[in-house]
């Protein structure tokens, strides 16, 4: 019988759109502004008391706020009333709080629990729209290059008693430099023909004094240039590693100026754990334990990290390998049970590691945790107290073993607790940072932006669609008002897949859904011109919409393979808007077809189909 579906078929639409509005829903719901306090170190939580003394802080600001709670024990989520006074609050908590817990800015759900236990969610909104978080990070070049220094001294040392050229000391200076001190002037002048030779890089200048001659070495501008373009670089893969390994939607990472990243981290992410991830700035060091008769002048003494133990170990200056060597890293647990981290070094450092191991079997080798951290305190200024912040380094060991046998390239580090042991594995597994950084700002992007970018594409969006369903209903009758039917679950099933597959709406990406009303609408009006011919070349109703749609099919078919060709090629090349336009356009495409011909059809079906109709409803017949 024609125009006539299945009983299968109707209920597999329903089903779809059943689902559809389901799955959309939680869109009508815009989070609260909020801010969330995370402990600064991993495996600390957050209890009752921390949440009463932020919320104390919050009440002697004249801050409102609602909807406190602890989330798993670790973490805690306060909503505040009025989203301009976000970065107040986050002020007024981590001023009480201090360095111990990280207060960042996040947005905090509002979809209904029962939505929330079918696994539906709302849209990650872009920057451009609402919900991002701007993070504007400085790297410590003069750190950076002090390290550089550090490995020309130790290396200078070794090549000066190798071409047996005597000195007295060697010191890293300011202004990029590095002094050496002998005791013979004809030493110091072969020393610096050898640096000549050896070391385009430095610049040399000699100068004779009452305790010695010296050598002056000093790093050449284009060096001091080379080495700060490498650190941003590496620094930049360091830091979009650890956003891939964050799971952030369409993250922007990039360099700004000499010393700078901007990272900017759209939707509704955890920021406090972000933030604690992408700031640490923290590197292992493997040394072997100091022998004891070994001159203090060449040892360090270092506290372990688990501070319960109290005792500290003396180690020596040298490093074996750093955290730089390592290629792969991934937490696990031993056969007792306690967390690991499996180490894989790369070929340098595993031939480093079992060369150094080779001689020192029975002696013990420490992993040494390196953190650059930030002390804030408070300054009295012009009347007003103001944040100062300072840098430092803090070095704790983390495991302290025999060595057994050679190490190679693989083995593993204890001694951490199950959240630590995550928390290195994933900043080692990401690369370590070439050079500290800092945050020097933290925002999220101003809330009458969004609301502003928002309307207006709502607005273009309800404007283009009220023109267009006016146009349908008033064209085609029966036939407009059933393309208009379709046409909103197309709008609600275009809304639920991207909420389904986390897809990032952008302001550009609006601008793909005006599109696709468009599309959409196209695809009926084929139709529905090609019934309108049926008809005048003498079929009855029936027959001309059995026709109408058979023969629409393959048109509207090759018209939309062709524009999603486009718009796949858009996703894979493009950046940034481009992308967001190519989401919203590919899977308009995919749920037009299915509105437009299967939807549609299905309802024009059980409206005249299975029985005689002498007209139809359609217009201009």
Excluded at 243 to 248: D, S
Excluded at 335 to 361: C, F, H, R, W, Y
Excluded at 448 to 460: F, T
Aim: aromatic share 8%; charged share 25%.
């Amino acid at each position: 019988m024609l125009n006539k579906y299945p009983l299968w078929k109707y209920l597999l639409i329903i089903v779809v759109c059943a689902l559809g509005v389901i799955y959309s829903l939680p869109n009508l719901y815009p989070p609260d502004a909020a801010v969330q306090i995370t402990p600064a170190k991993s495996g600390d939580a957050v209890d009752e008391f921390t949440l009463n003394k932020a919320l104390k802080a919050l009440d002697q600001g004249g801050i409102a706020y609602f909807g406190e709670e602890l989330q798993e024990g670790k973490t805690a989520l306060i909503r505040i009333e009025d989203a301009d006074l976000q970065l107040q609050a986050k002020g007024l908590i981590q001023r009480d709080l201090g360095d111990g817990f990280i207060v960042a800015l996040n947005l905090a759900p509002t979809t209904p629990e029962w939505l929330v236990d079918m696994g539906a969610g709302p849209m990650t909104l872009g920057l451009d729209l609402s919900g991002g978080v701007h993070f504007l990070m400085e790297v410590d070049m003069e750190e950076f290059l002090d390290q550089r220094l550090q490995g020309y001294r130790d290396t200078l040392k070794r090549n000066f008693r190798e071409e047996k050229l005597r000195y007295k000391r060697v010191v890293a200076a300011e202004e990029h430099s590095i002094h050496v001190k002998f005791s013979k002037a004809e030493v110091r002048d072969d020393a610096e023909n050898y640096i000549r030779r050896e070391y385009a890089e430095f610049l040399t200048e000699t100068a004779n004094k009452e305790d010695g001659f010296w050598l002056y070495l000093k790093l050449t501008p284009a060096k001091v240039k080379e080495f700060e373009d490498y650190a941003l670089k590496q620094n930049l893969t360091t830091i979009r590693n650890r956003v891939n390994e964050l799971g952030v939607a369409e993250p922007l990472v990039q360099r700004q100026g000499r010393n700078r990243i901007v990272i900017e981290l759209p939707g509704v992410q955890d920021t406090a754990a972000a933030k604690k991830i992408l700031g640490k700035a923290a590197n292992l060091e493997f040394r072997l334990e100091a022998l004891a008769s070994a001159s203090r002048y060449s040892t360090e003494e270092y506290d372990f990290k688990d501070e319960t133990r109290g005792r500290s170990a003396r180690l020596e200056k040298s490093v074996i390998v750093t955290g730089d060597n390592v290629s792969n890293a991934q937490p696990a647990f031993d056969e007792n049970g306690q967390p690991q981290v499996n180490i894989n070094l790369d070929s340098t450092g595993g031939a480093i590691m079992g060369d150094v191991t080779k001689k020192a079997i029975k002696r013990r080798m420490a992993v040494l945790f390196v953190e650059h951290k930030v002390r804030t305190r408070y300054e009295m200024q012009d009347g007003v107290e103001v944040p100062v912040e300072d840098k430092y380094v803090e070095k704790k060991i983390i495991s302290l073993a025999t060595i057994q046998s050679a190490l190679g390239s693989s083995f593993r580090i204890t001694g951490l607790e199950p959240a630590e042991a995550s928390e290195l594995a994933l900043l080692l597994r990401a690369g370590a940072l070439a050079a500290p950084m800092y945050f020097v700002e933290e925002r999220t992007v101003g809330p009458s932006l969004g609301k502003e970018n928002i309307q207006l594409g709502v607005n273009s969006v309800q404007i283009g669609l009220a023109l267009v369903l006016l146009f349908m209903l008033v064209y085609y009758r029966v036939f407009g008002l059933v393309a208009n039917i379709a046409l909103a679950f197309n709008l609600t099933l275009l809304l639920a897949v991207m909420s389904v597959i986390g897809a990032t709406l952008t302001l550009p990406g609006i601008a793909g859904i005006v599109l696709t009303v468009g599309m959409a609408v196209d695809a009926n009006v084929l139709i529905f011109a090609r019934i309108r011919e049926e008809i005048k070349a003498g079929l009855n109703s029936q027959q001309a919409i059995h026709s109408g749609y058979d023969k629409a099919f393959l048109t509207i078919l090759d018209a939309n393979i062709t524009t999603l060709i486009v718009a796949v090629i858009l996703f894979a090349v493009g950046t940034g808007p481009v992308k967001g336009f190519a989401v919203t356009l590919s899977i308009g495409i995919i749920t037009s077809m299915f509105t437009a011909i299967v939807l549609t059809r299905a309802m024009i079906n059980l409206i005249y189909g299975g029985r005689r109709v002498e007209k139809l409803s359609i217009g201009g017949v």
